[in-house]
């Protein structure tokens, strides 16, 4: 897909933000009622009419792709693309009212994210990456955060410790020691800290597709690292119940410094 094409794919991404932007924010600090999935996450009418008001539109104008959702599961119609989507990341904090939640909408060419848009309704903030430029709000974003070379002076962000298991927590705390901050929850939101600089370092695991590869194209523009705990690059694989673990850094040398403590 060329630059001309993803230029068009880009306006296709944003009307979908906006179609799930309109659903979501009527339900955000409503009085309504949420359900429990069978992996202990909430669930919500919004998540459900979100997502499906996006496959809808998808199905109309491009048939033929795949498409990986949260709610619905996977559809594979066999095509080189497939579109990766999570209505609403953070569902937890949707339904306490608290504003991090994000849309993520991806669109994958084989197993390699292209174009990735992270919106985040109740801020008002929406990001959007496609060939190695960044958008925020519709403008270009070139904002180079202070480099912090030391991973003693580095501030790290994750969801929550109970998202790892007891093999990795033992490693993750060795990363989190060596750092200076940490904060937890945050969601697909401390991705977004990454690039504006609040934040150094990223790190979770148990993660699927739909919470992820939407971001790639995002942090890459900006050359922000972004691998699993190996330091290989993430791509959309074969297996639709794959777990992703994601090591983020905003420089080189500080992502070589967290896979080393992460082994």
Known sequence: MNS?????????INTLADISKKITLEGFNSNFSSETKKDGSPVTKFDINAEQAICDQINRKFPDHNIIAEENGSINKES???????????TRSYVIGRPLWGTLIGLAYKDQPIIGLADFPALNERWLGFDNKCFLNNHEFNH???IISNISDATIGSTSPSLFSIKTIKKFNKLLDATK????????HNYCLVLRGGLDLVVEEGLSAYDVLPLVPI??????????????????????FYKYSTVVANNPKLHESAIYLLK
């Not at 901050?181 to 697909?188: A, P, T």
């Open 4 to 12: 001309s094409e993803l230029k068009v794919i880009s306006g296709f």
């Open 80 to 90: 080189d693309y497939t579109w990766i989507i999570d209505p609403i990341d953070g």
């Open 144 to 146: 180079k955060p202070k």
């Open 181 to 188: 901050h940490n904060i937890w929850s945050g969601d697909c």
């Open 219 to 240: 942090l890459k523009s900006q050359d922000i690292m972004i691998t699993d705990w190996y330091g290989r690059n993430l791509k959309l694989e074969n297996d639709v």
